[in-house]
């Protein structure tokens, strides 16, 4: 049985998590807009639940699942303001943190919900500083940070060794619950990347192939330090035109997003494979993102940074039919078969416990470098085997070894790696960590983050009046006299009130019939908890309508 909770599982929505127009092309934003299409697709229930940010991105995330086909209605909750969002049972965020939901999870109990993460590149500072930010909110082990493959699980598993390690020894901490890591790939919609008959011809023509050549494709940003380093590639496909004695070309299918470095892949291409047809294009067109795949013979991408953790690119190939060359690298030895639906070539990289480690570290931490000089002094220390990268193309220059790989990459997407078979991983997640929080015993709500102002606050104040307190009226208040007074004091600029206008004059009306009164009668002969009543007449004495004072038996300092 899938833990729905009342009306969910639910989404975390954010319009920039998504593609759309006017954004850039990225990884992140592709993953996400496959998934809320998985999402809708294959998780059943009455309603669509999504937990937003505010209305605009509840009326945002209903106009996007239209447009997606979804005919069931939709159900949001606003992270802000009094929803119960942990009526939803299980949220799914789009990044491995939860925003401000652990602590707004407080409010209503921390055993109402799971929240569940996700990770997509772990390499950042922004993301390093989020997951040890997140080790102090109120995270239980019931919540839970999804790792697309097992090599990005040992990352985030290993950084918050080092936070458990630090609480402990700072704060004399005795329990520091984690969430759990479970490894679940991303998915794709595997029949849209299904060969259409006569795209192959169509693309060859298009791009200059013919059909003797061994046509290899790469996909994704033209960036040498947060994608792929060409070099490799460009050096083992020269000796791969040297020995198969048959054109080679090499189709760089994606785009740059500074002129340098589409320079430094042309310059690169003709300075180390001057043998092969390189040539670049640009993967943002719709019609050569959907067909290109089916014109090419072999896929690859030479990834040798931190920054890839699973890489959709080799999953969307097999699904189109290509056997695939990848490096041995991080998430992609989770989803290519080796010697089944392509090759694995081997990686080296330096090992830890060096100084060079702790000085890189060092550096990146305090600012020394940035983002991408810390990625490039990474990846001058990675490798990828250019003998065995060589052998691969080699062996896929027989033209029936690729249509057998490329048929077994089909069926192991189709299998394994189509959102019909990841969503339901999701959806057991979910049911899981259900039954991780059932029976608990959970402590009191605590927010350090969330303590009554008035309480925080208590000692500033002279006075503080309580149910005993007198109050009676000093001079009339009407709704024109309100609107005047609230015009001047604030109230209507920044459109906050403690009580409707009406009530306030209601209030200021009895007590004028009525007073003098104790705040308690005051509060009973308008309907009001004694707190407001408190309010609204420290509020109305502020401004000279009422008097407030202490009664005969409370007339100390209170």
């Known amino acids: 049985m899938t833990d729905t909770g009342r009306d969910g599982p639910a989404i975390f929505f954010h319009a920039d998590a998504i593609e759309g127009e006017g954004k850039d092309l990225v990884g992140r934003r592709s993953a996400g807009q496959s998934f809320l ?20 991105a509840g009326d945002a995330f209903a106009e996007t699942v239209k447009a997606l086909g979804e005919a069931r209605p939709v159900q949001t909750w606003p992270l802000r303001g009094d929803a119960d969002f942990t009526a939803v049972g299980t949220v799914f965020f789009p990044g491995p943190g939860y925003l401000t939901a652990a602590w707004r999870r407080q409010r209503f109990g921390a055993d109402r919900c799971s929240l569940v993460g996700i990770t997509h590149t772990v390499s950042t500072r922004r993301v390093i500083e989020g997951l040890h930010n997140l080790m102090l909110n109120p995270v239980e082990d019931w919540d839970a940070i999804i790792c697309t493959s097992r090599a990005v699980q040992s990352v985030v598993a290993r950084q918050m060794e080092e936070e458990v390690a ?25 029949a849209d990347f299904a060969p259409v008959p006569g795209a192959r011809d169509r693309m060859r023509g298009q791009f200059g192939a013919p059909e003797q ?14 994608k792929a380093n060409p070099a490799p ?29 589409e320079a430094l892949h042309r310059d690169g291409a003709a300075a180390l494979c001057p043998s092969v047809a390189m040539q670049i294009i640009d993967g943002r067109v719709a019609d050569v993102r959907r067909h290109i795949w089916a014109g090419a013979d072999v896929f690859t991408l030479p990834v040798d940074n931190i920054q890839e953790t699973f890489g959709l690119v080799p999953v969307e190939a097999m699904a189109a039919g290509l056997p695939v060359v990848m490096p041995d690298w991080d998430g992609f030895r989770d989803t290519v078969l080796h010697g089944e639906t392509g090759f694995l070539i081997p990686t080296r990289m330096t090992g830890g416990g060096h100084r060079i480690g702790a000085d890189l570290a060092a550096r990146f931490a305090d600012g020394t470098d940035g983002y991408l000089q810390h990625l490039v002094l990474m990846q001058q220390q990675t490798q990828i085997d250019i003998a065995a990268y060589v052998a691969a193309f080699v062996a896929l220059d027989d033209p029936a070894l690729r249509a057998r790989m490329g048929r077994a990459g ?19 997640l979910g049911d899981d960590l259900a039954a991780r929080r059932r029976g608990v015993a959970v402590r009191p709500p605590l927010s350090p983050m969330q303590i009554d102002p008035f309480d925080l606050y208590g000692r500033y104040p002279t006075d503080r009046p309580d149910g005993d307190w007198i109050v009676q009226s000093r001079r009339p208040l009407d709704a024109a006299g309100l609107a005047t007074l609230d015009a001047l004091n604030g109230r209507a600029l920044y459109k906050r009130s403690l009580l409707p206008a009406e009530r306030i004059t209601a209030y200021a009306r009895i007590i004028a019939d009525h007073g003098p009164l104790s705040l308690a009668d005051a509060a009973r002969l308008t309907g009001l908890r004694v707190d407001l009543a408190i309010g609204a007449a420290l509020f109305l004495a502020k401004y000279d309508y009422l008097i407030v004072a202490p009664s005969r038996t409370n007339s100390g300092p209170n």
Do not use: C
């Open 37 to 56: 299409r998985g999402f809708l697709t294959h998780v059943p229930g009455p309603r669509v639940s999504a937990v937003v940010e505010n209305k605009a």
């Open 213 to 226: 050549a061994l046509v290899v494709m790469t996909m994704g940003r033209l960036t040498s330090v947060e």
């Open 166 to 190: 630090f609480i402990r020894d700072r704060f004399g901490a005795t329990r520091v619950p984690l969430p759990q890591l479970p490894v679940i790939p991303l998915g794709i919609h595997a």
């Open 410 to 428: 089909q069926a192991h997407v189709a299998a394994t790696l189509d959102w019909s078979a990841v969503i339901p991983q999701y959806l057991a």
């Open 233 to 261: 590639l460009f050096i083992a496909l020269e000796q791969v035109a040297a020995q198969i004695g048959r054109p080679v070309h090499l189709w760089m299918v994606g785009y740059a997003t500074r002129p340098e470095e």
